[in-house]
Nanobody
């Protein structure tokens, strides 16, 4: 099990940028595939981005591809989500999640056993 704490959410104007962080503690961080998901009011939780524990391959939803970048620093037990050119439709609570040695189905929430409490991102038009 790993404990996750997100930070960096804020109110930002359309076109602006934010960088979210997710600090992990517990088991060996480097063995976790780390994902970011988001949930807007009245909507289901949706996949945003993920970075595999081995190889560091990254995957993005079509809605954020080219604007968001996921990265990780295993020495700091932290995963990041750099968000550029934010739009009002990006407004949501953003959650980081961990899948131990996750390799399959990692754009789905299913393999992620550990979740943070979320951080709110609000984009004004």
């Amino acid at each position: 099990q790993v404990q996750l704490v997100e930070s960096g959410g804020a109110l930002v104007q359309a076109g602006g940028s934010l960088k979210l962080s997710c600090a992990a503690s517990g088991r060996t961080f480097s063995e976790y595939t780390m994902g970011w998901f988001r949930q807007a009011p009245g909507k289901e939780r949706e996949f945003v981005a993920t970075i595999r524990w081995i190889g560091g391959n990254t995957y993005y939803s079509d809605s954020v591809k080219g604007r968001f970048t996921i990265s990780r620093d295993n020495a700091k037990n932290t995963v990041y989500l750099q968000m550029n050119n934010l739009q009002p439709e990006d407004t949501a609570a953003y959650y980081c999640a961990a899948a131990y040695r996750g390799l399959v189905n990692i754009i789905s929430p299913i393999p992620y056993a550990d979740w943070g409490q979320g951080t709110q991102v609000t984009v004004s038009s």
